[in-house]
């Protein structure tokens, strides 16, 4: 399967190794226009996120086992943000600035915070709009705890 995935600086990358599994939700917009009926609409000043994913093999060549990547994933705090309720960042006494983060950014988190549920397309999280405490350009750039 020819797979078209776009990094964080938008510069695509085409691949012919992935497979169904390997593909999780789209980070980029024509691709989260096809599937973004089918994941949940976050209520109020919620943000609904897909924590980051990394890959299987570590850039030293080690092909991480299913439980160790799992780990990974489950305590991951950088995820990108799919959608956002009508409220978030409304409230300018809490956010005086403006909002932290919008969708299609890629965010940091605490690593409990939100809600997670998994959906026919892969893990979720639900946040609340002042638990996002950064953004990234690139998640890759977040060091994860093994």
Not at 118 to 124: I, N
């Amino acid at each position: 399967m020819t797979t078209t995935l776009v990094k964080p600086d938008g510069s695509k990358i085409l691949s012919k190794t992935l497979k169904d599994e390997d593909v999780k939700i789209p980070t980029d917009p024509e691709s989260i226009d096809k599937i973004i009926d089918k994941i949940p609409e976050p209520t109020g000043w919620r943000i609904l996120v897909r924590p980051f994913t990394p890959a299987k093999k570590t850039k030293g060549g080690i092909i991480m086992s299913d439980e160790s990547h799992e780990r990974v994933a489950l305590t991951t705090v950088c995820a990108f943000v799919l959608k956002m309720g009508p409220l978030c960042y409304k409230d300018k006494e809490k956010f005086p600035t403006g909002p932290w983060c919008k969708e299609g950014q890629w965010v940091v988190f605490g690593r409990y915070a939100g809600s997670r549920f998994k959906t026919e397309l892969g893990e979720v999280r639900i946040l609340n709009d002042d638990e996002i405490i950064g953004t990234v350009q690139d998640p890759q750039n977040i060091i994860h705890n093994y």
